[in-house]
C-alpha cells in the first residue's frame, strides 16, 4: 500500500507475543520503517555516544534507564526520519515516555497484541537454542530432529535463562505492570486498536485489514 501522507504508528504486546514477526508484515505492507528501542539503545551503546554511555552506566548498575534519557535517545532518532512513515517498537513503555512522543509528534494508531500469558508462556518455554548459531527450536511446533540436539551440528541446545518459566513469568508480570498504563493512555486518547489471540497468523488478517482502513482514512482526510 502506498501511503499518501507519513504515518506514525506503535506496536505494543508482551515479550512472545509475536510482535517482531507482526511488525515485518506491516512495515512489508505499508512501507514504514521499523523502528526498535532495542536496537536503538545496542547501536548508541556500541558506538560509545554520550546518551549511549549514560545508558551503559545505568545498565551495568542494574538500574532502570531514565524516561527523559529514553526518551531523548528514541527522539532524536525519529528526527533523522522527519519525513518518513515510522513504527515504533518497545518504545514508549510508560506514560512519562508517551507523553514526551505525544509533545513531539502525532501518533496515527498504536496496535496492541492482547495474547494469553499462558499461551506465551508455552511458546516461550517450549524454545531451545542451539547457542554458537543462534538457531531457535520449538518442541510443539518446530522440534530438532534428534530431542536436545542441534539439527546440523549435533551439538546440545540449551534454555535460554529468558526462557525458563519462572524467568518468563516475571518478564510477564513486569510487563503488565508497566505497560497497563501505557495502554489506557492511548485507549483514552482514541488511538488503541487491541487485536486479542493465540496464533500470529490468525491475528495478522485483522490487523492488517484494520491499517488498511486506517492509512485509507487519514490519507484521504491529508488530500
Known amino acids: 500500500m502506498v501511503l499518501q501522507r507519513v504515518i506514525r504508528a506503535v506496536i505494543m504486546g508482551p515479550p512472545g507475543s509475536g510482535k517482531g514477526t507482526v511488525s515485518a508484515r506491516i512495515t512489508k505492507s505499508f512501507e514504514l520503517k521499523h523502528l526498535s528501542s532495542g536496537d536503538i539503545l545496542r547501536s548508541n551503546i556500541n558506538a560509545k555516544t554520550e546518551l549511549g554511555l549514560l ?43 508517551a507523553e514526551a512522543l505525544d509533545h513531539a509528534y ?18 516461550l518455554t517450549s524454545r531451545w537454542t542451539h547457542i554458537p548459531s543462534g538457531r531457535v527450536y520449538n518442541t510443539d ?3 530438532p530432529k534428534v530431542p536436545g540436539l542441534d539439527d546440523v551440528t549435533g551439538e546440545p541446545l540449551v534454555q535460554r535463562d529468558d526462557d525458563r518459566p519462572d524467568t518468563v513469568t516475571r518478564r510477564l508480570k513486569s510487563y503488565e505492570t508497566q505497560t497497563e498504563p501505557v495502554l489506557e493512555y492511548y485507549r483514552s486518547k482514541g488511538v488503541l486498536e487491541t487485536f486479542t489471540g493465540t496464533e500470529t497468523n490468525k491475528i495478522w488478517p485483522y490487523v492488517e485489514a484494520f491499517l488498511h482502513r486506517k492509512f485509507s482514512s487519514l490519507s484521504q482526510r491529508a488530500a
Open 141 to 143: 511446533f518446530n522440534p
Open 55 to 97: 545508558m551503559k552506566s545505568c545498565l551495568d548498575q542494574g538500574q532502570l534507564v531514565p524516561d527523559a534519557v529514553m526518551s531523548r535517545l528514541i527522539l532524536n532518532d525519529l528526527r533523522t526520519i522527519d519525513s518518513s512513515s515510522w513504527l515504533l517498537d518497545g518504545y514508549p513503555r510508560t506514560v512519562p515516555q
Open 106 to 123: 502525532t501518533v496515527d494508531t498504536v496496535i496492541n497484541l492482547d495474547v494469553p500469558f499462558q499461551t506465551i508462556k508455552e511458546r
